[in-house]
C-alpha cells in the first residue's frame, strides 16, 4: 500500500511539474602561436624579435523561456576564460536579461556595444581588428545598458543603447546603429558619444579603465569624477561600411571611420582643451573554393590633428599604413586552421599616432623602426 501511494505520489508530482526554460551552452576557442618583430622591453626600447601565444576560450550561456502572451524571456551569462589577464570574473564579459515579441527586443545590463561588434565582425575580421575594432573613440562594452533591437523592415534594422552611467543625475554614453541586408549586399552605420567617464584615451578598452571589459563611469556627478578629471571630457565615433558578397566566392568590404576626443583628455591623445580627430579607412577582399579561403587587407591611420592642424615636430606625419594576410582552412564543420601576415609601415618611426599602447601595434616600440611584423598560426573551433 505504501510503495502504491509513493509511486502514485512521484508520478502525480512530475506531471505536476512546470516546463523547464530553455537552456543552452555554447562558445568557442582559439589557440594562436605568433612571432612579432620590434618588440618593446620594459623600459620602453627596442628589441629583437619574440614568440607569444594567446589562448581564449568563450563560454555563452543563454535561456530563453516563452511566456504566455507570446514574447520570450530570454538571457545570456558569458565569459572569456583561460586568457592571461582579461575577465578575471563570471559574468564580467556579458550578463544581461532581455524580452523579445514582434516589436523587437529589449535587454538590460552588462552588454558590448553594439557598435563595436559591428566593427568587430565582419569588418574587423582576417587581422584587421587590432586597429579597427580595438583602437577608436568607441566603447567595447555598457555595465548598465539598456538596448533596443528593431525588428527588420525590409531588411533594414537599428539598435540604441543607453548606459545609465554611476552618478546622481543622467548618464552621458549612448549610441545608435543601423543596417541593411539585402542578398548579397550589406551595409552597416553607426555613431556613439560619450562623456565624462573616469578615463579617456585612444585605446577603447581603456575608455573606461584599466581592466578590458571595463564600462565607463559616464556620470555627470562631480562627486563621482577622480581628482585628476577636472573639466568635460568627450568621445565620438562615426562608422560607414559595406560588404558584397559574389555567388562565385568572392567578397568585397570597405569601410570609414572617424574618431573624435575633446576636453579634458588623457595626455595621450592630445594636451589641451580642443578636438583631436583621427580618420580611417579599409578595403578587404577574400575569396572562398571548397576548404580554403584566401583574403588579403589594408587599412590607413591617418595623421591626428587638433583643432584641424596636423601636429608639429617629432609628432607630426603620426599616420600608419597596415597590410594583412590570412589563409583559412576547414578542419571539419566546426573547426578552422589559420595563417595570418599583419605588417605596420608607420609615416613617423618614433611616433604611432594617438595610441599609446604598444599592444595595439603587435608590441612595437616605436623608436627608431618604421615598420612591425606578426606572423600568426592557430586554430578556431567553435561548440
Known amino acids: 500500500m ?25 562558445g568557442s576557442a582559439e589557440m594562436d602561436f605568433f612571432y612579432r618583430t620590434n618588440q618593446a622591453n620594459g ?24 511566456l504566455d502572451s507570446g514574447d520570450v524571456l530570454k538571457w545570456r551569462l558569458a565569459q572569456k576564460v583561460a586568457t592571461d589577464s582579461r575577465y578575471d570574473s563570471f559574468g564580467q564579459r556579458e550578463a544581461w536579461i532581455g524580452y523579445q515579441g514582434t516589436w523587437g527586443e529589449a535587454r538590460f545590463g552588462n552588454q558590448f556595444s553594439n557598435q563595436y561588434l559591428q566593427l568587430d565582425w565582419p569588418y574587423g575580421a582576417q587581422g584587421v581588428g587590432n586597429l579597427w575594432a580595438d583602437f577608436g573613440a568607441q566603447n567595447v562594452q555598457y555595465a548598465r545598458a539598456i538596448s533596443y ?29 543601423a543596417n541593411y541586408a539585402n542578398g548579397g549586399f550589406r551595409m552597416d ?19 573606461g579603465g584599466s581592466k578590458w571589459g571595463s564600462s565607463g563611469s559616464f556620470s555627470n556627478n562631480p562627486d563621482a569624477k577622480p581628482a585628476d578629471l577636472v573639466g568635460d571630457n568627450k568621445a565620438r565615433a562615426y562608422n560607414l561600411g559595406a560588404i558584397y558578397k559574389f555567388e562565385s566566392g568572392f567578397d568585397l ?6 574618431n573624435e576626443w575633446s576636453g579634458d583628455v588623457n595626455n595621450a591623445i592630445h594636451a589641451g582643451n580642443g578636438k583631436t580627430t583621427v580618420d580611417q579607412y579599409l578595403v578587404r577582399a577574400g575569396y572562398t573554393t571548397g576548404k580554403h579561403n584566401m583574403n588579403l587587407g589594408f587599412q590607413r591611420v591617418e595623421d591626428s590633428k587638433t583643432d584641424g592642424a ?16 590570412q589563409y583559412n582552412y576547414s578542419l571539419s564543420k566546426n573547426s578552422t586552421a589559420f595563417v595570418q601576415v599583419r605588417h605596420h ?29 606578426r606572423i600568426l ?3 578556431w573551433t567553435g561548440f
Open 377 to 379: 598560426v592557430g586554430t
Open 149 to 177: 533591437f528593431s525588428p527588420s523592415f525590409g531588411g533594414f534594422a537599428f539598435q540604441a543603447q543607453y548606459d545609465l552611467g554611476t552618478g546622481t543625475s543622467d548618464a552621458n554614453a549612448y549610441e545608435i546603429t
Open 43 to 66: 623600459s620602453g626600447a627596442t628589441t629583437d624579435g619574440a614568440f607569444g601565444q594567446e589562448i581564449a576560450i568563450i563560454v555563452n550561456i543563454d535561456g530563453k523561456d516563452k
Open 253 to 258: 568590404a570597405a569601410g570609414v571611420k572617424r
Open 310 to 325: 596636423n601636429a608639429d615636430g617629432a609628432n607630426a606625419d603620426d599616420g600608419i599604413n597596415v597590410v594583412n594576410a
Open 345 to 373: 609601415m608607420f609615416d613617423n618611426a618614433n611616433k604611432h599616432s594617438v595610441m599609446h599602447g604598444s599592444w595595439q601595434l603587435d608590441g612595437s616600440a616605436g623608436s627608431g623602426k618604421d615598420t612591425s611584423t
Open 189 to 207: 552605420a553607426g555613431f556613439s558619444e560619450s562623456k565624462n567617464s573616469a578615463t579617456m584615451s585612444s585605446e577603447a578598452f581603456v575608455f
Open 2 to 26: 505504501f510503495k502504491r501511494v509513493l509511486i502514485g505520489a512521484l508520478v502525480s508530482t512530475a506531471f505536476a511539474m512546470p516546463a523547464m526554460a530553455e537552456v543552452s551552452i555554447s
